[in-house]
């Protein structure tokens, strides 16, 4: 059993959400009581057990059927923005007409962070731009039109590989403007107690089909405006993930220095 400074050690995030957990805990026992009327009367009457014994029992039940429903609901909400994300079709970063990894605001902030270990700052050569270049040495022996062609080739490749990488990094950026680690003990109450009235909704809608005790209009309402906010979070969460200007401006943020104002 952890100690309490052994509790410290544990990300805020956990803990928030763990105790907010028992909220649809004791909403699946409020439903259950309605399907089987009796139950918690049964429960109460039994003698062998003190008062505070049996609301501990209770309270324990409760937190640990609304974590397991949290760590379900968090599952298939996992599982499904995987399932988005991973049925899009790979595009190349060098495909792109234009991407924000190019911008140079951009670039100038991320090269004075890393230094050295930044790629090299070069531009893609379009096909156009590499068709007038290749006819430009038509006019030379076929010994130097060779070397040339070959170099012309390896510069391109060379843009290429560098525009790889700085997209491999605006990708590290963008996730770190999308998921940042320093959020406040505000916005982690916040979200543990969001998630969790998340759960109890969408546990009451499926509830509203079997038990008729669940189908009340103060019920239903709330439940369906909370699904509703799960379907909207899911949705915009996947589409700011996939729009990769979406978080150009915050990165340039971050970068220059005002990486504690994410939120």
């Not at 070069?122 to 006019?139: G, N, Y």
Request: aromatic content about 12%; hydrophobic content about 45%; some cysteine.
């Amino acid at each position: 059993m952890p100690s309490i400074m052994d509790l410290s050690k544990y990300p805020l995030e956990k803990l928030v959400q763990f105790a907010a957990g028992v909220l649809p805990g004791i909403v699946a026992l409020l439903i259950f009581e309605q399907a089987t009327p009796g139950s918690f009367g049964w429960f109460f009457s039994l003698g062998f057990l003190g008062y505070k014994t049996k609301l501990s029992l209770i309270v324990l039940a409760a937190f640990v059927i609304g974590n397991t429903m949290g760590v379900f609901l968090n599952e298939r909400v996992g599982w499904t923005i995987g399932y988005l994300i991973g049925n899009r079709l790979y595009t190349p970063s060098h495909s792109y007409d234009i991407a924000p990894w190019r911008d140079p605001t951009w670039r100038g902030l991320l090269k004075n962070r890393l230094g050295a270990q930044a790629p090299n700052d070069s531009r893609l050569m379009s096909q156009e731009i590499f068709d007038v270049r290749q006819k430009t040495l038509d006019h030379l022996p076929e010994v130097q039109r060779l070397s040339a062609l070959a170099d012309l080739a390896t510069e391109r490749m060379n843009a290429v590989i560098d525009d790889a990488n700085w997209e491999r990094l605006y990708d590290h950026y963008h996730q770190i403007v999308l998921q940042p680690d320093d959020r406040d003990f505000v916005w982690h109450v916040r979200n543990g107690l969001n998630f969790n009235l998340q759960v109890v909704s969408l546990y009451v809608l499926i509830s509203a089909l079997v038990v008729p005790g669940v189908r009340r209009w103060w019920c239903i309402l709330p439940a369906c405006m909370w699904v509703l906010d799960l379907i909207a979070e899911l949705f915009w969460g996947v589409r700011r993930f996939l729009d990769k200007w979406s978080t150009l401006s915050e990165q340039i943020r971050y970068l220059s220095g005002g990486g504690n104002n994410l939120s």
